[in-house]
């Protein structure tokens, strides 16, 4: 399902309060207040099958944006329409094709186990007995849900209320995901866990999915197309790499010396490449790669000295971030 959104903008009213007696119901009554524009006209359009993170600082309106493609908030001004429908207007059908989890708060029932919470929402949604099977049988195996099947909620791990809010979330078959924070506060193997099973409804199901995330391993591993929000406007809408480019931060590279080597004085300095590092016989040098192509470097590098090893690294993708913030 494709998305559509055409200058986008929320304002937020809020009373000014107001001091002495009764104060808050004088707040309550106030006529004065302080508008809070937290999306400040947004366009980008998603393809069906696409992968996209939306990333930004705290309080950048990230939120605000995915709760109006939703349709839990009503823009201000400006239109969505997800696979041509507006999603305020036309709520019940898109809700339908819909699927949401918020890694802060559960979807689930708290008391109840987490089977019982799959029956309400399979039962709400109307899905068939078979696709019901069918479905909870392909989560279940792709996210271990059997070891707490019968557990309420409020009893899981965080790494497990995630899959089982996942699971919950796909239990309708919708076509377009929204996904935020899903792998907060999770250890290295949840979040791996919850990573294959994203890229699998990507890649293999199809699902068109919109992730927002202050992981900066969540895009790398998972979204060729990234949109930065900043300060309620998009600061940058392509893909990972050429925001990485963009930014052009050094890559990092190690090489390993036999022998004798020679670093020329002009390497120290404000070259494309130049050597930050040297200890024994391993020499850390930073390359500008939009400068100089690898074939440059490597030939630079090679009349330095007899190589024995290289390694390269690329820039940090959380260095890359922090630069765009
Ligand atoms: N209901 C509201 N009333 C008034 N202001 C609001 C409301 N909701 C959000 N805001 C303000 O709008 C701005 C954007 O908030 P939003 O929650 O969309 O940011 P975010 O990018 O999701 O941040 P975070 O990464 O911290 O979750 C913030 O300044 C926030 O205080």
């Given at each position: 399902m494709n998305i559509e959104v055409t200058e986008i903008r929320k304002q937020f009213k809020t009373p000014v309060p107001k001091e002495g007696r009764f104060a808050g119901l004088r707040t309550l009554f106030s006529r004065d207040y302080t508008v809070k524009e937290a999306v400040r006209g947004i366009s980008f359009q998603v393809n069906s099958g696409e992968f996209i993170g939306y990333i930004g600082p705290n309080g950048a309106g990230k939120s605000t944006t995915i709760k109006m493609l939703t349709g839990i908030l009503h823009p201000t001004s400006g239109k969505v329409l997800l696979g041509g429908m507006d999603p305020h207007k036309e709520r019940r059908q898109t809700v339908r094709r819909l699927g949401v989890v918020f890694g802060q708060r559960s979807?689930?029932?708290?008391?109840?186990?987490v089977k019982d919470s799959y029956d309400i929402l399979t039962e709400m949604y109307g899905v068939t007995p078979t696709d019901k099977k069918r479905r909870l049988d392909q989560f279940a195996e792709l996210l271990d849900l059997?070891?707490?099947?019968?557990?309420?909620?409020?009893?899981?791990?965080l790494g497990q209320r995630m899959r089982a809010d996942l699971a919950a979330a796909m239990l309708h078959d919708p076509d377009l995901l929204f996904l935020d924070e899903?792998?907060?506060?999770?250890d290295v193997n949840a979040k791996r866990n919850i990573r294959q099973f994203l890229k699998i409804l990507n890649e293999q199901f199809g699902k068109t999915i919109l992730l927002t995330t202050h992981d900066m391993d969540d895009i790398e591993q998972l979204c060729k197309r990234v949109m930065v929000i900043n300060d309620g406007e998009l600061s940058y809408d392509g893909t990972t790499q050429g925001l990485r480019d963009s930014i052009g931060l050094p890559t990092l590279i190690r090489v390993t010396y036999r022998g004798v080597f020679h670093i020329p004085e002009?390497?120290?300095?404000?070259?494309?490449i130049h050597a930050t590092k040297v200890q024994d016989n391993i020499v850390t040098v930073e390359a500008n790669r939009q400068e100089w192509s690898t074939m440059d470097i490597l030939r630079e590098l090679e009349g330095w000295g007899e190589i024995d090893d290289i390694d390269m690294a690329e820039p940090d993708f959380e260095d890359v971030i922090h630069r765009v913030y």
């Amino acid at each position: 399902m494709n998305i559509e959104v055409t200058e986008i903008r929320k304002q937020f009213k809020t009373p000014v309060p107001k001091e002495g007696r009764f104060a808050g119901l004088r707040t309550l009554f106030s006529r004065d207040y302080t508008v809070k524009e937290a999306v400040r006209g947004i366009s980008f359009q998603v393809n069906s099958g696409e992968f996209i993170g939306y990333i930004g600082p705290n309080g950048a309106g990230k939120s605000t944006t995915i709760k109006m493609l939703t349709g839990i908030l009503h823009p201000t001004s400006g239109k969505v329409l997800l696979g041509g429908m507006d999603p305020h207007k036309e709520r019940r059908q898109t809700v339908r094709r819909l699927g949401v989890v918020f890694g802060q708060r559960s979807g689930l029932w708290w008391d109840l186990p987490v089977k019982d919470s799959y029956d309400i929402l399979t039962e709400m949604y109307g899905v068939t007995p078979t696709d019901k099977k069918r479905r909870l049988d392909q989560f279940a195996e792709l996210l271990d849900l059997h070891e707490f099947w019968a557990t309420p909620v409020r009893k899981l791990s965080l790494g497990q209320r995630m899959r089982a809010d996942l699971a919950a979330a796909m239990l309708h078959d919708p076509d377009l995901l929204f996904l935020d924070e899903p792998t907060i506060g999770l250890d290295v193997n949840a979040k791996r866990n919850i990573r294959q099973f994203l890229k699998i409804l990507n890649e293999q199901f199809g699902k068109t999915i919109l992730l927002t995330t202050h992981d900066m391993d969540d895009i790398e591993q998972l979204c060729k197309r990234v949109m930065v929000i900043n300060d309620g406007e998009l600061s940058y809408d392509g893909t990972t790499q050429g925001l990485r480019d963009s930014i052009g931060l050094p890559t990092l590279i190690r090489v390993t010396y036999r022998g004798v080597f020679h670093i020329p004085e002009h390497s120290q300095t404000n070259m494309p490449i130049h050597a930050t590092k040297v200890q024994d016989n391993i020499v850390t040098v930073e390359a500008n790669r939009q400068e100089w192509s690898t074939m440059d470097i490597l030939r630079e590098l090679e009349g330095w000295g007899e190589i024995d090893d290289i390694d390269m690294a690329e820039p940090d993708f959380e260095d890359v971030i922090h630069r765009v913030y």
